[in-house]
Structures are given as structure tokens and as C-alpha cells.
């Protein structure tokens, strides 16, 4: 059996034919659309998937938004291009002709990055740093998603009271700060209208302006660790996503979370499966 996993993201959209053993027998990319029209969502999807689906038995999804009941609400609909909801589950079975499962990308990537941990470990968190910051809870070996889908949305809890509006609608939320496309929103002069990649990039060229930007990311990140620790008690924390993954960030982090009261100090490694945790993720659950 084999499993067309999908992993629907602000930036880019993936999709892979995984094996039972969880082997990634194929993989394939191309950019999320910037629109708020649902339409343009689909015909992306509809390119990427029909080529793929006469050769698995099932679809695994793992988006961005509060996956619920099958339907994607953006919580944050700026990172969709505004599109604020869709109906997933509906348009990836009727694109597929396929049983379909969905769920929240960080809270599939969780999954996939629990089954690596080598240690039996009670409560473990997974925070990706994407285009924006997302996250997903284990808890007593389950996956919390909570009633309604939006358990462990870390990246809307508040990191600075006089920061910047999120797209969410609340003010100075980590993601609004941390995210990529918050690190993108606050460069000026030179680095204005660049992406986060290009500004890690200016950052290890010796830019004291990029340098900041990577550097004021970590410390909201490691502030949301330490609150994090105080209310799971967590023993492992599991960075992921393309900022989290970007070379030297994990270290800052952990430089910044080595400031704060010892309770508050956790394990940070970064994700086993790399870019791969929410497609495996997805796939794990789907055979469950
Ligand atoms: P998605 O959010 O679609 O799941 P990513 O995990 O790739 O996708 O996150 C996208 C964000 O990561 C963008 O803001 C992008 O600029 C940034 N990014 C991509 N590659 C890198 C890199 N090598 N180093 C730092 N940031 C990166
Ligand atoms: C946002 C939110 C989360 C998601 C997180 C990371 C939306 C559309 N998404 O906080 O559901 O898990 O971003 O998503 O409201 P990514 O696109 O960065 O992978
Ligand atoms: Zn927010």
C-alpha cells in the first residue's frame, strides 16, 4: 500500500508517495498561491496531485490552518494571501478519487517527530518556524488537536505587547516577530522587500541589520520555549521548518533559552525528518 502524503504550508506546497515503511519513494514542490480565491488553491493542488494519485491507495494532508472536521480555517489568513477557509478534505477526494485524511501541518509533523525520539519521553513539543510559527503537542503518547483543532497554535500567543499586528488580529503575537514573513515585515533600508532566506543569507555575510532580525527571532522563540516548559512541562522540545532548520538559528535559541530561571530549561533538538516531518506525519496517522 502507499500513501500520496500532501503538505500544504504558507510558502510551498509538497507532496510525496510514501511506502508503509515510511519510505519517500517520490517527492514534488511548487509554490503556495498568493490569493485569497479558493480556486487558486485548487487548480496548485489539482497540478500537483493527479499526476501522482493513480499510484497510491490514500491521501494524507498535512496544512497550515485549523484543520476541522475536513475544512481549513486560516487562523492567520495573511499567509494564505487571505484566503481564510477551504474546503480541503472535499477538493484533495474529489481531485484523487481517494480516501483522504487531514490534519494541521506542526500538529502531523509532531507526530512524525515523536515516533524518532529513541527515549521514552511523556510529553514532547514540536514548534516549526516556517513562514509562520506553528506547533503541535504529545501528550501520555497521543496527539492533542484539541475540540475544535487549534491545540498547540504556539505561534499566537503573545510575545510582545508593543509589537507588531498579526494577521490574526491580535497584537505583538510571536509569529507576528519570529515567523519568516515577520522576519521579512520588519527589514528596512537595504533588506527592505526581502525574503527570510535572503536575510540569513545577508546575516552570515556579516549584516548587522540581518544579524538582528535572526537574532530578535531566537529570543522570541526561546521565551515561547520557556512558557511553553511552564505550562506542558515538556522533556523535549523539536524545532522544525525552513527558518528553524537554517544553519546557526537552533544554537541561537538554545543561547537565548540558556538565560532563562533552570525550571524553565528544555532539551532542543532539531526535527529527525527535517523538511519531511508534516508529509511522514500525516501518512502515520493516516495509518493508524
Ligand atoms: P512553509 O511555511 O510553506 O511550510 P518553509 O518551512 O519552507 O515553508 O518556510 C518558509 C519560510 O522559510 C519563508 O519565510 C522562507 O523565506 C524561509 N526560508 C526558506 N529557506 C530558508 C533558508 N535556507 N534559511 C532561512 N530561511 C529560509
Ligand atoms: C499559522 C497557522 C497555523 C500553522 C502555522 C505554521 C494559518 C494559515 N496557519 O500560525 O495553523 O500551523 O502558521 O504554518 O493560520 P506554515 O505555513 O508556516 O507551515
Ligand atoms: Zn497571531
Not at 514542490?29 to 485548487?42: G, I, K, V
Not at 494541521?104 to 515516533?115: G, H, K, L, S
Amino acid at each position: 500500500m502507499t500513501t500520496l502524503a500532501v503538505d500544504i504550508g504558507g510558502t510551498k506546497l509538497a507532496a510525496a508517495i510514501i511506502d508503509d515503511d515510511f519510505c519517500l519513494l517520490e517527492r514534488h514542490e511548487c509554490p503556495t498561491p498568493a490569493s485569497q480565491s479558493p480556486q487558486a488553491l485548487t487548480a496548485s493542488l489539482e497540478a500537483l496531485l493527479s499526476p501522482l494519485a493513480t499510484r497510491a491507495q490514500r491521501v494524507a494532508v498535512a496544512s497550515t490552518g485549523i484543520i476541522h472536521q475536513g475544512v481549513l480555517t486560516a487562523v492567520n489568513p495573511a499567509n494564505l494571501g487571505g484566503l481564510a477557509q477551504f474546503p480541503l478534505q472535499e477538493t484533495v477526494s474529489r481531485i484523487t478519487g481517494l480516501p483522504c485524511l487531514v490534519l494541521n501541518d506542526a500538529q502531523a509533523a509532531a507526530w512524525a517527530e515523536y515516533q524518532a525520539l529513541n527515549e521514552s519521553i511523556a510529553e514532547m513539543v514540536f514548534i516549526t518556524v516556517s513562514t509562520g510559527v506553528g506547533g503541535g503537542l504529545v501528550s501520555q503518547g497521543r496527539l492533542l488537536t484539541g475540540a475544535g483543532g487549534l491545540a498547540g497554535h504556539f505561534g499566537h500567543t503573545l510575545a510582545d505587547p508593543d509589537g507588531p499586528r498579526c494577521g490574526c488580529g491580535r497584537i505583538g503575537c510571536v509569529e507576528a516577530i519570529a515567523s519568516g514573513r515577520g522576519m521579512a515585515a520588519a527589514a528596512q533600508g537595504e533588506l527592505y522587500g526581502l525574503d527570510a532566506k535572503a536575510i540569513f543569507a545577508r546575516a552570515k555575510a556579516g549584516d548587522a541589520q540581518a544579524q538582528e532580525l535572526v537574532q530578535r527571532s531566537a529570543q522570541v522563540l526561546a521565551r515561547l520555549i520557556a512558557d511553553v516548559k511552564a505550562v506542558t512541562d515538556c522533556q523535549c522540545v523539536v524545532i522544525g521548518g525552513s527558518v528553524g532548520l537554517a544553519e546557526g538559528y537552533l544554537a541561537q535559541v538554545a543561547a537565548f533559552l540558556a538565560q532563562e530561571p533552570k525550571a524553565y530549561q528544555v532539551p532542543l533538538k532539531p526535527a529527525h525528518y527535517r523538511h519531511n516531518a508534516g508529509l511522514l506525519g500525516a501518512a502515520m496517522q493516516a495509518l493508524q
